[in-house]
């Protein structure tokens, strides 16, 4: 039976993460392995002109040789990741070795659940076979419509709907020990598309959500994307007015070009280290990172542009990983050789 992702991630609990600090292993590593999409959403940096954009990545496509190195480097971690996750500002499904590359990390066992964020418009039985016999521990599939009509509005692409569902239920039907979360964005959703959406979906996922709209750059006003105040987080919680963001003290992503940076931020925020000079185990205890999270303590956004103008993270985040009321004991704890 599927199951409704209500106000918690599709996979698991999140512990409190300012009594976990500092990890020894990162809790989750992104991987972003192709810089293009074959959707231009409303609501993203892909529907933004590229000369408009600020720095994202000097690479499109991630190399397999640089990607396997970064695997081999998570293996030098004291523990496994909690997830190995495929995602970034980009569609993963248009790196061709996409299956190859699941399969080579999921050999060397970096990370308990290895999952991929896509908008499944590419998906064929061919390559959900693929997928399948990769390993992947989780889909997770970002509807956009539950009509051609709202795809040609959202994503100024072509999409038969019909046609969608049916490689989705493929894959459904075809998987053995993959999970399949399915969600759409409430951009306008009309109560009638809403009742369609699970209509269409929650037979063939094994979690389905209704999410809400982030502001995910400054680049677009959000205010024409869609009429409703942004009042909660992504999964439906509350907002809370967070001055540090948490995502660089338990998270790492690692650019097409084998940059690595903090944050799941669309422009590139901060660049602490290169996974083809240095391992990712030195960049994630060295000092470039040690000090971005330190500025992060001591509320200093404003001294870099991403971070200075970016919301992303409060509306991607849990109540566990709210840091602000600990940021001294923190500054105290992590940083006491530097007072």
Known sequence: MTTPCINQTA????STLSSELPLSTPYMVQIFPIYACNFKCNYCLHSVEMETR????????MDFDLYKKCIDDLKQFPNQLKMLR??????????PKLPEMIAYAKKQEVANSIDVVSNGALLTAELSDRLI??????????IQGVSSEKYREICKTEVDIDHLVSQISYFYENKINTKLYIKIIDIDLSEAEKE????????ISDRIAIEHLVPATEHIDYSKVSPKEMESTQNGNHVLNAEVCPQPFYM????????????CAMETAFISGSCEKNSLVDIWNGKPLRDFRKMQLEKRKSENVICSECKTYKFNMFEEDFLDAAADDLLARLYRDEQ
């Open 11 to 14: 996979t698991s609990k999140r």
């Open 54 to 61: 600020r720095f994202v990545a000097d690479r499109k496509v």
């Open 86 to 95: 495929f995602a970034a500002t980009g569609e993963p499904l248009l790196h």
């Open 133 to 142: 016999s990769a390993g992947l521990d989780w889909l997770r599939i970002s």
């Open 196 to 203: 369609q959406f699970f209509k269409l979906f929650e037979p």
């Open 252 to 263: 790492m992503q690692i650019n097409p070009d084998g940059n690595v940076v903090p944050c």
